[in-house]
């Protein structure tokens, strides 16, 4: 399974995201659509995505008691998405509750990853916020486990995590990576950053990049350059 480029589509309207999809001709990227754009444009802007023939990450994580996460997978099941995602941290009744909401009638299912930690939060506002007081590390990799005993597919991670996610949760368990860059790109606003071969190296099966192609001079460009070094 995987092995692909997954592009952030971080815009806030339809209009910039068709104006950017259109640039791909007929190529056809895995695209990951977030919360902005999501509750922007609703359901509408998954299915048009999908009419067009691209497969989609809907990373809207949800988080929330297991028959209320179990009924809106339902539906996000409903709308054919290929990859969607939730908080670790709803615990294992909610993973479960989760995978059986997205099950659809033939027993097929868009691929589920958990958020661990987010890397947002550090050691420090882990045990600040959260009262954990555990190493942030062995707090993923918890979570991880728990994902993975719950029935889930994988986790987002840090491509810097993947090869230990792997050996703790065996290597069919997926790693979806962000924090991607060429060695001569824009770092931005990530601090911990691979390139795509490091990624690919270390075993990441999907990596999700944003700003290194939508903002890119020539976005076709660098998303044929990240599929270069990380699945040819
Ligand atoms: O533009 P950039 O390549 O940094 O975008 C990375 C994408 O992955 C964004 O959509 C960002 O929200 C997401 N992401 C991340 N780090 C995480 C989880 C998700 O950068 N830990």
């Keep these: 399974m995987g092995k692909d480029v997954i592009v952030a589509c971080d815009f806030s309207s339809k209009e910039q995201t068709f104006e950017f999809l259109d ?3 007929g190529r056809k990227p895995f695209v990951k659509i977030g ?24 990373d809207l994580k949800l988080h929330d008691i297991p028959n209320t996460v179990k009924k809106a ?13 939730l908080h670790a941290s709803g615990t294992k009744p909610m993973m479960k509750a989760a995978l059986e909401g997205l099950t659809r009638p033939d027993g097929s299912r868009p ?13 420090q506002t882990m045990e600040e916020d959260l009262l954990i007081n555990e190493p942030i590390d062995k707090v993923v990799m918890h979570y991880a486990q728990n ?4 029935g889930l597919d994988g986790v987002v991670c840090s491509p810097l995590e993947a090869g230990k996610v792997h050996s703790v949760c065996g290597d069919n368990f997926l790693t ?8 001569d790109g824009d770092v931005g606003d ?19 990049v944003g700003r290194p192609i939508t903002a890119a001079a020539d976005p076709v460009a660098a998303y044929e350059r990240f599929v270069a070094e990380f699945v040819d």
Aim: aromatic residues 8%; without cysteine.
């Design 23 to 25: 640039k791909f001709k």
């Design 35 to 58: 919360m902005e754009l999501f509750y922007a444009e609703g359901p509408e802007i998954v299915r048009e995505i999908k009419r067009r023939g691209h497969r989609i990450f809907l």
């Design 73 to 85: 997978m339902n539906v996000l099941s409903r709308l054919d998405v290929d990859m969607t995602n």
């Design 111 to 123: 691929i589920l990853i958990a958020v661990t930690q987010l890397t947002s939060t550090d050691q």
């Design 147 to 150: 994902a993975a005993e719950s």
């Design 176 to 183: 979806v990576t962000p924090g991607v860059r060429f060695a």
């Design 190 to 208: 990530q601090k911990r950053v691979m390139t795509p071969a490091e990624a690919k190296r270390i075993g990441s099966d999907y990596i999700v």
